[in-house]
């Protein structure tokens, strides 16, 4: 694993990452953005795209977040968002 989606991407969901992406490794949940695991090249494009900085390489996840490294590999697991962020009370999404 390279990447990681944290926290601050539940709700907002920007998509400007997806634009970045040269090997469109980020798909879309219903709550958050996700990068699959095995598919990012490590290249970082998606990093300085995101607005509300919830791009992190997986060594430099803030421990506050760390259980989203295990979430991005779960929303792969069930095709689905994780109970971590499904469980999630709705977000402040002011701008």
């Excluded at 990452?17 to 798909?27: G, K, M, S, T």
């Amino acid at each position: 694993m390279a990447f990681v989606i944290a926290q601050p991407c539940v709700d907002v969901m920007d998509r400007s990452c997806i634009d970045a992406c040269p090997v469109d490794c980020i798909y879309e949940g219903e709550r958050s953005l996700y990068i699959h695991p095995d598919e990012c090249i490590d290249c970082g494009a998606c990093d300085p795209v995101c607005p509300v900085e919830a791009i992190y390489h997986a060594d430099d996840v803030p421990d506050q977040w760390a259980e989203y490294t295990r979430a991005n590999v779960e929303f792969f697991e069930l095709a689905a968002d994780p109970p971590l962020i499904a469980g999630l009370a709705p977000q402040n999404q002011s701008a």
